[in-house]
C-alpha cells in the first residue's frame, strides 16, 4: 500500500521486520555458496550489533565505515543510526590520506572496517593526525573486532527523533573538495517513501546490489527502498562480476548509473554484431514496436536471448547520477525492459525526481517526487523539503551559500515544462563563461558528442588558441568500435563538424584532442572536471 510511511529507519527496520518477517531480506553470494538472511534476522541482527557498540561505549558517537558493499556493512549502518550514534560512509577507493581527512573533519569517534581494508587501518593506526578506535568487520590478528557473543541481551534501542543525525554522507567531489552532507532520519525515510511511491520498486522485486555502498544513491534507493518495498537484495562481486551475478541471481531490476547502462548495452550490441543478428534484431524491433501501437506486448519473446545472459527477469532498470541519452533508455524499452531515468543529489537524501510508468518523458529526468517543492531561479533548480538536508557539517559559510530560506540551491542548471517535467541543462560550476559574454553548458555538447559510437567519454571545455577563447573537447575513444575503422580522428572530425552546422559559432567545438586513457571519474562514473 502506497500510504506507508516512516519517519525515521529504525521505524523501517521495525515495519519491514514485523510486515515481512520470514521472507529473504538478502541474497549473498560467497565462492558459488548461497546464504539468505531474513527481515527477521536483519532486524536481530542489528540489535545485537547496538548491543555491541554499547558494550564499546560507542552510543551517541560519529562511527565511520570503510568497505564494500556487504551485509556486515550494512547491519553496522543500521546499528550506528537506530540507536542514536551517526554513521559516516566512507569510499574505500580513497587513498589512507584522503581518508584520514574525512576523518577528522567528521569528526569520527571510531572506524569500523572491512577485512580487506586491513592496511588502510593499519596506516590510520600509525597516523599522529587521527587517533580513533578501529575495529574489523571480521575476526583477525591485530585490532579488535565485532563479537555478538557474551553481550548484555538487554535492549538497548533508544528513541530517535526523526530530525536527529543519522549520516554524514560525503558529496564525490567532481569539481573540488568533497563536502560533509549531514542527513536525519527523516531525510533518508521521507526519501524512501516518496521512491517507493513511484511504484516502481515491488514486494516481489529482486534487486541486485551494485553501486559503491557509500553513495547515497546506492544507500536510499538500493538499500533502503528494497527493504521498506519488502524486495530481496542480492549481494555478489558488484561491477566487477556484474554478469556472473546476472546469472546467479536473477534479478528483475537494477538500481545503476549511466556508466553500468552503457556497459551492459555495449555488450548486448557486441553479442549481436558476433552473432551475426544485426538485421534480424532491426527487423524485430520494428516489428514489436509496430504491434504494441495496438496493445500487443511481444518485446520478452522477441528478445528473450537478447535478455538471457542478464538473467533472463529482468524487467526494470532505473538510472541516476549522471547524464544519460536518452537512445540508451529508449532501447532498454524497446527489448521489454522498463527504463527510468531519475535526478538526485547527496543534499536531497538523494531523489529529487524520476519518470515512472504513469509518467515518463524520456529526455525529461521526471517529475518531483512527494516530501519535495522544485522551483527554477535564475536557471538554477531549488528544491525544498523533508528530504532536504540540514547542511554541511561544521562548514556554516558553504552551508549559508548553498540554502535560503529552506531552500536548497542544487547548482544544476534546468527548467520545468508546462506539465511539470524536470529538465537538466548542465551544471552551473561547469558553465563556462567565454570571453564575448556568452555562456556554454559543456554537458550540452557533450551529449551531442556522444551520438557518435566511436565516442565513449567526452569532457568539453574552454582553452586559448592563437589569443582567442575557443571550445575544445578531450575525447577518449571506443576501441571495440574504432578496430574497423582507418581513421579515429577522421570519423570523430566529421562527427564534429556535423554537430557544428547546427550551433551557433560561438558554440562550436573548435578543436579536440585524443586521450589514449579513460578520462578521470568518480568512484560512481561522473567524470571529473579541472
Given at each position: ?129 587521527c587517533k580513533i578506535k578501529l575495529i ?289 541543462t548542465g551544471r552551473k560550476k561547469n ?100
Amino acid at each position: 500500500m502506497n500510504n506507508r510511511c516512516v519517519d525515521t529507519l529504525k521505524e523501517l527496520i521495525e515495519q519491514s521486520a514485523d510486515r515481512f518477517g520470514d521472507k529473504p531480506a538478502f541474497r549473498i553470494l560467497e565462492d558459488d555458496n548461497y546464504c539468505e538472511i531474513t527481515y527477521s534476522q536483519l532486524q536481530q541482527d542489528i540489535t545485537a550489533f547496538g548491543r555491541f557498540l554499547a558494550a564499546q561505549s560507542l552510543l551517541n558517537k560519529h562511527i565511520a565505515l570503510l568497505g564494500p558493499t556487504t551485509y556486515d556493512w550494512i547491519v553496522c549502518f543500521y546499528g550506528i543510526a537506530n540507536h542514536g550514534s551517526v554513521a559516516i560512509p566512507i569510499d574505500k577507493e580513497l587513498g589512507p590520506e584522503s581518508i584520514i581527512d574525512l576523518l577528522v573533519r567528521s569528526e569520527a569517534d571510531c572506524l569500523i572496517f572491512d577485512a580487506g581494508q586491513l592496511e588502510v587501518a593499519k596506516y590510520i593506526a600509525s597516523s599522529p593526525d587521527c587517533k580513533i578506535k578501529l575495529i574489523c568487520m571480521k575476526e583477525n590478528d591485530i585490532f579488535p573486532f565485532i563479537r555478538f557473543a557474551n553481550i548484555d541481551s538487554a535492549e538497548i534501542i533508544p528513541e530517535i527523533a526523526p530530525d536527529s543525525l543519522a549520516a554524514i554522507v560525503f558529496t564525490s567531489g567532481t569539481t573540488g573538495k568533497s563536502k560533509g552532507v549531514m542527513l536525519t532520519h527523516r531525510n533518508f525515510a521521507h526519501n524512501t517513501v516518496a521512491s517507493f511511491r513511484l511504484n516502481i520498486m515491488q514486494e516481489d522485486t529482486v534487486t541486485l546490489a551494485l553501486l559503491p555502498i557509500h553513495h547515497a544513491f546506492q544507500l536510499t534507493c538500493c538499500i533502503h527502498l528494497a527493504l521498506f518495498a519488502g524486495a530481496t537484495i542480492c549481494i555478489g562481486q558488484g561491477i566487477k562480476g556484474i554478469m556472473r551475478d546476472m546469472q546467479h541471481f536473477k534479478p528483475t531490476l537494477l538500481i545503476i548509473v549511466p556508466m553500468i547502462a552503457k556497459g551492459i548495452l555495449k555488450t548486448m550490441l557486441r553479442a549481436i554484431e558476433k552473432a551475426g543478428k544485426g538485421r534480424k534484431v532491426e527487423r524485430a524491433l520494428k516489428l514489436s514496436r509496430f504491434l504494441l501501437k495496438f496493445g500487443v506486448d511481444v518485446r520478452r519473446k522477441f528478445f528473450q536471448e537478447l535478455l538471457a545472459p542478464l538473467g533472463g527477469n529482468l524487467n526494470t532498470i532505473v538510472s541516476g547520477g549522471a547524464f544519460l541519452e536518452p537512445e540508451i533508455g529508449r532501447w532498454f524499452d524497446n527489448i521489454g525492459v522498463d527504463f527510468y531515468n531519475g535526478y538526485g543529489i547527496t543534499e536531497c537524501s538523494p531523489v529529487v525526481s524520476c519518470n515512472n510508468k504513469r509518467n515518463k518523458r524520456y529526455k525529461s529526468i521526471g517529475k518531483p517526487v512527494d516530501f519535495c517543492r522544485i522551483k527554477i531561479v535564475a536557471g538554477e533548480i531549488l528544491v525544498k523539503g523533508s528530504i532536504v538536508s540540514q547542511g554541511y557539517y561544521r562548514d556554516q559559510a558553504t552551508t549559508a551559500q548553498s540554502y535560503s530560506d529552506g531552500w536548497f540551491k542544487t547548482g544544476d542548471l534546468g527548467y520545468l515544462d508546462a506539465d511539470g517535467y524536470l529538465y537538466i541543462t548542465g551544471r552551473k560550476k561547469n558553465t563556462i563563461v567565454l570571453d564575448n559574454g556568452e555562456n556554454i553548458s559543456p554537458e550540452e555538447l557533450e551529449g551531442l558528442l556522444y551520438q557518435c559510437p566511436l565516442i565513449k567519454e567526452a569532457l568539453v571545455y574552454s582553452k586559448e588558441l592563437k589569443g582567442n577563447q575557443i571550445l575544445a573537447a578531450k575525447i577518449h575513444p571506443d576501441m571495440d568500435v574504432a578496430q574497423d575503422m582507418d581513421s579515429i580522428a577522421d570519423v570523430i572530425e566529421m562527427h564534429i563538424a556535423k554537430i557544428n552546422r547546427s550551433l551557433p559559432k560561438y558554440k562550436q567545438i573548435q578543436d579536440f584532442s585524443l586521450q589514449q586513457y579513460e578520462l578521470s571519474k568518480t568512484s560512481t562514473g561522473k567524470i571529473k572536471r579541472d
